[in-house]
């Protein structure tokens, strides 16, 4: 009886040390696990930083080599560079986990050499290469081919020659490529139309030849596309009217010829078109009224012919338009006295003709006014001498009558350095307040109808101290006049 009533208490017993096993073969398992994961680990670890120090010691030994064989000048300039480990040398960055180096930067070291002695296939994980303002020369390696994660590349400023090679269009992460100031000739490859990435394109200032390449009109994402001051010919391509994105286009200093398409008016955030110094013909499209975010226009030195569109009228954010020495005709239109930013304009040596128009009066930020060596006609306008800030004035050699405004003086022109109204039908005296600023460096009324004396205001015009008085009035011409009285030898000065 005693045993069967033990029997329950055994068997707690034996269930107890079962349970005890068990959890003592549980433990037993995950610190097994745990060891069996703690040894994979730890290899893995070994593993990659030896992985690590390899890339550097290779991308260590590449850069090495190239300063090697640059002169040795430069190299003197490197002298960080030495032992195994590129992160800490000058001019290079390198990425914090992998260690490899993402950035060489060596702009204005005084380096002189080549770059054919740099394995670029060395750098995988290179994202900026910056060799700007140096004397680097020779050719552009194609082996730039292998930077596949390029994003800046500037190797402007220095004596580079050869063509641009065609493998850079393969460098699709590529969002700045300059070169601009450089001695690259041949064409520009229709390969960089598919760097679509690309946001800043500087080609400017080298002996480039052939036409622009349509396909950079693909460059849908191009902000600056600076082209001049090259020997580019041809039309302007109708496809860079796609670039909705450009702020920049300057195209001068090249020999294009053509016209100006009219799609060219189609991206409205373009804040600066420059297309000087060619031979542009045709007439300027009235298409460009529609870039509103305009601030730069620049077309002068070209062979445009027809009349200033009325559109540009509509160009409210303009501050400076240029469109002297073309083959404009017409009037001025007086849509233009609706620029209340302009700064700067520019309309001399074209074949205007009218009369110079009353809105222009307007423009009260204006500080330069050239509209010298046209047909214009009628009088001086009057709403002139609202212009307080204008610095020149430069109305020479038109047919110009009557006299000048009484509102040219000192409450107005305080700030007026020049003052050219030469070879023009003008008539009357010449006024006393036009002196009385004391501003004035340069005045010439040379080939007029001009009558009376000359005005004791000039006096204020101040000479060179050197002529015992504080003067700076550097030329004056008033030959070829009926105006009496006598005037010092010192203040004739021939017209320059």
Request: net charge negative; with cysteine; hydrophobic share 40%.
């Amino acid at each position: 009886m005693t045993s069967l009533s033990n029997k329950p208490l055994f068997n707690q017993f034996i269930s107890s040390l079962v349970f005890f096993f068990l959890v003592v073969i549980i433990l037993d398992f995950i610190c097994s696990s745990t060891a069996s994961v703690s040894s994979v680990t730890s290899p893995f670890v070994y593993t990659n930083n030896k992985v690590k120090v390899a890339e550097e010691r290779k991308e260590a030994k590449a850069l090495l080599k190239w300063k090697t064989n640059l002169h040795s000048k430069s190299q003197s300039f490197l002298s960080s560079w030495a032992g195994s480990n590129p992160c800490n040398w000058v001019g290079i960055n390198c990425d914090d986990k992998s260690g490899s180096v993402t950035h060489l930067n060596l702009s204005s070291h005084s380096l002189k050499g080549t770059l054919h002695d740099l394995s670029f296939q060395s750098f995988p994980n290179l994202l900026s290469v910056d060799l700007s303002f140096n004397s680097l020369f020779g050719t552009i390696p194609t082996n730039i081919v292998h930077l596949s994660k390029l994003s800046v590349l500037d190797l402007s400023y220095n004596q580079f020659t050869g063509i641009i090679p065609s493998e850079i269009g393969q460098l699709t992460s590529l969002h700045v490529f300059y070169l601009g100031v450089n001695l690259m000739s041949g064409l520009i490859p229709q390969e960089l139309g598919g760097l679509t990435s690309l946001s800043e394109l500087d080609l400017s200032t080298n002996n480039l030849t052939g036409v622009i390449p349509t396909s950079l009109g693909n460059l849908s994402n191009l902000n600056i596309l600076c082209l001049q001051m090259n020997h580019l010919y041809g039309t302007i391509p109708t496809s860079l009217g796609n670039l909705s994105n450009l702020t920049i286009l300057d195209l001068g200093g090249n020999q294009l010829y053509g016209h100006i398409p009219q799609e060219i008016g189609l991206p409205s955030s373009l804040s600066f078109l420059a297309l000087a110094i060619n031979n542009l013909t045709g007439i300027i499209p009235a298409s460009l009224g529609s870039l509103s975010n305009l601030t730069t226009l620049y077309l002068h030195m070209n062979q445009l012919s027809g009349s200033i569109p009325q559109e540009l009228g509509m160009l409210s954010s303009l501050t400076d338009l240029q469109l002297s020495i073309n083959n404009l005709i017409g009037t001025i239109p007086a849509s233009l006295g609706n620029l209340s930013n302009l700064i700067t304009l520019y309309l001399h040596m074209n074949q205007l003709s009218g009369s110079i128009p009353q809105e222009l009066g307007m423009l009260s930020s204006l500080t330069n006014l050239q509209l010298s060596m046209n047909n214009l006609i009628g009088t001086i306008p009057a709403f002139l001498g609202n212009l307080s800030n204008l610095n020149n004035l430069y109305l020479f050699s038109n047919r110009l009558s009557g006299s000048i405004p009484q509102e040219f003086g000192i409450n107005n022109f305080t700030q007026l350095k020049e003052f050219e109204i030469s070879e023009n039908k003008l008539t009357g005296h010449l006024p006393n307040n036009v002196f009385l600023g004391g501003s004035l460096e340069k005045f010439t009324a040379d080939n007029n109808h001009f009558i009376g004396s000359i005005p004791k205001s000039m006096r204020n015009c101040r000479l060179p101290p050197e002529l015992g008085e504080a003067i700076q009035l550097h030329v004056l011409n008033l030959s070829s006049n009926k105006l009496n009285g006598e005037i010092r030898k010192e203040l004739v000065s021939p017209k320059s």
